[in-house]
């Protein structure tokens, strides 16, 4: 049985039970949450059990599709009888809790800091992404989970998507659209546009506590143009910028408690991988009016066709296709199994099922610590590079040769 521990119980939570729920109704029943920890006794409290307990937090976002609109979960509705242990101290916990392997849901600056702990005490760890606030950060933590022999995870819940499970597909060696060629993403105004603080959490905008929608978001993107590519990114350009610099939030209906904001709310960048693909991507938190999508999704060519969303052209075919229909006719039944094991399609289930067959195996997941690095390196490149006014090698930041954006978050945070 595998025993973990949860540290953060803020409104993301919800999703990650619902899961772990879907897990267990998939008949995967070899593991428990055991422990909660947060830094108000009550925020944890009250995802033990249905009907007991305080109030959890009511969702902050109605957007189809995002996790933070996901509400009523309880660890009671798919592990009754269980005893879960609660703490406000994530040290006690990881040194003391009846647990195996740690869940870390903290913000960005904490990552480093529970990693340390988890890995002294040899315990399995699963951190959300961006995996640290800096790229020395990122090392130290890989460097450590290896030391300590342990599986070290990234919750990276893009690449486990069905979308770009099929279109990895498509863009593979043996699948019908060839080699990636170039691929464009972009959104802008979809999320807290024009000017709300994001997710109510004020961080996100602050510079030093490496806040910024490049950081945030860039790697959800570069994970998916890295797996969909099956390419290493070479070299990034990009401009960033701060469009709203005052944020609010909303109560009544009103705009309230004004915050200034120092990091980018708004990216711009092109991308080069070491196959040769190029692309195209940019996000913003900003935008009046309405939002706008880059066709109905990210797009992306091939060396034989285009695909966007579901629908497939390809070259001298002259009626458009169905993704999810050629992956369903033409992908091998191995490949789909291991896409999506025990029937599963959640892609946070399938991020969890990830980690957790790891720490079963005794091996590094696929989304590991190293990978985690990969994805914050190119998300690096993109600020170093609009900071810099030029191009840069993502090798350059990997290596820490690049660094001069990070340099106040490193000695805001003691990262020799």
């Not at 602050?206 to 993107?221: M, S």
């Not at 195209?280 to 966007?308: D, Q």
Request: hydrophobic share 40%.
């Amino acid at each position: 049985m595998i025993r973990i521990g949860i540290v953060g119980c803020g409104r993301i939570l919800a999703a990650h039970l619902r899961g772990y729920r879907l897990l267990r109704e998939a008949g995967i029943d070899d593991f428990q949450i055991t422990a909660l920890c947060s830094r108000k006794a009550d925020d944890a409290l009250g995802y033990v059990k249905r009907g007991e307990g305080p109030p959890q937090r009511v969702p902050v976002s109605d957007i189809p599709g995002d996790p933070l609109a996901v509400g009523d979960e309880y660890l009671s509705d798919f592990q009754p009888g269980v005893e879960v242990a609660v703490y406000t101290d994530y040290e006690q916990m990881i040194a003391e809790g009846p647990i195996d392997a740690v869940n870390d849901f903290t913000i960005h600056s904490l990552h480093h800091q529970i990693a340390e702990v988890a890995f002294r005490h040899g315990k399995h760890l699963m951190s959300q992404k961006p995996l640290a606030v800096t790229m020395a950060a990122a090392r130290r933590m890989c460097e450590q989970a290896e030391t300590a022999g342990v599986s070290f995870g990234v919750f990276e819940n893009a690449r486990f998507r069905a979308d770009v499970r099929r279109i990895g597909w498509a863009l593979s060696e043996s699948g019908p659209l060839g080699a990636l060629q170039m691929a464009l993403m972009g959104n802008v105004g979809t999320w807290w546009a024009p000017d709300l603080i994001v997710a109510e959490t004020p961080w996100r905008h602050v510079l030093a506590e490496a806040g910024g929608i490049a950081l945030d978001l860039g790697p959800h993107f570069f994970d998916m143009l890295r797996y969909i590519g099956g390419s290493e990114m070479s070299h990034v350009s990009a401009q960033t910028a701060v469009v709203e610099p005052l944020r609010y939030l909303i109560r009544e209906g009103a705009k309230v408690e004004p915050f200034s904001c120092d990091a980018d709310d708004t990216f711009y960048a092109s991308f080069e991988n070491e196959a040769g693909a190029s692309g195209m991507l940019f996000g913003s938190w900003a935008g009046h009016g309405k939002n706008t999508i880059v066709g109905e999704g990210p797009t992306y060519y091939g060396s034989r066709g285009r695909v966007c969303g579901d629908v497939v052209h390809l070259d001298g075919v002259a009626v458009p296709q169905s993704l999810a229909a050629l992956y369903g006719a033409q992908a091998p039944d191995a490949l789909k199994a291991q896409h999506f094991p025990k029937g599963l399609d959640s892609d946070f289930a399938l991020a969890q099922h990830d980690w957790l067959e790891a720490i079963r195996n005794g091996t590094q997941p696929e989304c590991s610590g190293r990978e985690g690095l990969l994805d914050l390196a190119c998300s690096y490149a993109v600020v170093e590079s609009a900071q810099a006014g030029q191009r840069i090698a993502v090798d350059d930041v990997v290596s820490g040769a690049v660094r001069d954006y990070q340099k106040p978050i490193d000695e805001r945070f003691g990262i020799a």
